[in-house]
Structures are given as structure tokens and as C-alpha cells.
T-cell receptor, first 111, second 114 residues
Framework: AQRVTQPEKLLSVFKGAPVELKCNYS??????LFWYVQYSRQRLQLLLR??SRESIKGFTADLNKGETSFHLKKPFAQEEDSAMYYC?????????????FGEGTQLTVNP | SAVISQKPSRDICQRGTSLTIQCQVD?????MFWYRQQPGQSLTLIAT?????????ESGFVIDKFPISRPNLTFSTLTVSNMSPEDSSIYLC???????????FGSGTRLTVV
């Protein structure tokens, strides 16, 4: 079974402060981890994928297999980062390529 | 990445009726996925739709309630049957792109059952 846990339902920071959105997962094989973001009244869109090891909009996320975590970080939060963030896991073709989502974290960046 | 057109974007339906949601993709994809997002909750996978075979349903979802069609590699429909207020949710389709990694999502169908 594959499971994703985002322990914080709500997270509020001030503009310019560092932000970390936590994500832990449970999967017996080699997972693919993703972060998706949903801005107000917009569709869900891919933010990061762990294999790409990229930085998008200043966000980074490192897969820590020992801690089974994939936390999302940004050193200086901006007001436009306010959105709902979902961590998601895919077990690849062995699990039917299904994507399992965490409960989401609503990030609010205050001015 | 694939572009998904999903419709209707929203609807208000009477209980006991059915609604069919359409998902059109601008490229051929093997697997399409249907999700439900209940108010204030995360996305839950309903089923995986492969072209040429019956859809695979997740635990808690059945074909009689959520029949799915997948007539070709670019199109799928999800029907929410015999609706009740508990079916009020956002329904989303998703595909896994061949090129850019990750899954692409439709804009969703916001369903309200009264």
C-alpha cells in the first residue's frame, strides 16, 4: 500500500521568512514523489518532481529515503506562494501508475 | 505536456439523476485517471481507465455508481449515477504525459447535488 502524510493542514508565515511543508510517505518499493500546487480558482499543477531535482519558483524538495520524507522548502516566502500544496506518490507501473495524494497543506504568506 | 479539456466545469443536479463528465486530451495517452475531491479534502482516486479494457476501480468505488467509458486514446467519460447530496464534490480527470514528467489534471467539474 502507498500512503502520503502531510502533518500540517494549515501553515502561515510572513513574507520573506523561510517555509517548509512537510511530507512523509510509506511505500515498499521505489516511489516517485511529486509536489502539486493549486492556486485559488486554478487547476492543480505540477510544481516539482523528485527525479528532476529542479527548483521551481524558488522551491526545492529532496527525497530522503532514510526518513521517507520529501519536504518542500523555500528560503524566502512570497505572498504569491499562498496556495494549497499537495504531496503525491506514484509507485510506477507496478502499482498501476496511480497517484496517491496527501491531505494537503494550505500555505498562507502574510505581508 | 498534455492539455486536458474537461466539461462541464460545474453543474447543479437533482438527487436521483445522473451526470456524465467528459475529458478530452490533446494527445494519445494510455492511462487516464478519475479523481474525486470532496469539500475540504484531498484527491481520492476513483478509477483508472485504459483504452480497450474495463476500468479498474479503487476500494469503495463501484462500476454501477461510477461507470466509465474509454472509447479511444484521447477521450473518457465518468458518469455519476443515481446521485445523492453526498456525491457533491469536484471530479477531476488526469493523465500521465509521455514527454514532460508528472501527471496533468483537468480543471475539474464542481458537482452540487440538491
Amino acid at each position: 500500500a502507498q500512503r502520503v502524510t502531510q502533518p500540517e493542514k494549515l501553515l502561515s508565515v510572513f513574507k520573506g521568512a523561510p517555509v517548509e511543508l512537510k511530507c512523509n510517505y510509506s511505500y515498499s518499493g521505489s516511489p516517485e514523489l511529486f509536489w502539486y500546487v493549486q492556486y485559488s480558482r486554478q487547476r492543480l499543477q505540477l510544481l516539482l518532481r523528485h527525479i528532476s531535482r529542479e527548483s521551481i519558483k524558488g522551491f526545492t524538495a529532496d527525497l530522503n529515503k532514510g526518513e521517507t520524507s520529501f519536504h518542500l522548502k523555500k528560503p524566502f516566502a512570497q505572498e504569491e506562494d499562498s496556495a494549497m500544496y499537495y504531496c503525491a506518490l506514484s509507485g510506477g507501473e507496478t502499482s498501476g501508475s496511480r497517484l496517491t495524494f496527501g491531505e494537503g497543506t494550505q500555505l498562507t504568506v502574510n505581508p | 505536456s498534455a492539455v486536458i479539456s474537461q466539461k462541464p466545469s460545474r453543474d447543479i443536479c437533482q438527487r436521483g439523476t445522473s451526470l456524465t463528465i467528459q475529458c478530452q486530451v490533446d494527445s494519445q495517452v494510455t492511462m487516464m485517471f478519475w479523481y474525486r475531491q470532496q469539500p475540504g479534502q484531498s484527491l481520492t482516486l476513483i478509477a483508472t481507465a485504459n483504452q480497450g479494457s474495463e476500468a479498474t476501480y479503487e476500494s469503495g468505488f463501484v462500476i454501477d455508481k461510477f461507470p466509465i467509458s474509454r472509447p479511444n486514446l484521447t477521450f473518457s467519460t465518468l458518469t455519476v449515477s443515481n446521485m445523492s447530496p453526498e456525491d457533491s464534490s469536484i471530479y477531476l480527470c488526469s493523465v500521465r504525459g509521455q514527454g514532460r514528467p508528472g501527471y496533468t489534471f483537468g480543471s475539474g467539474t464542481r458537482l452540487t447535488v440538491v
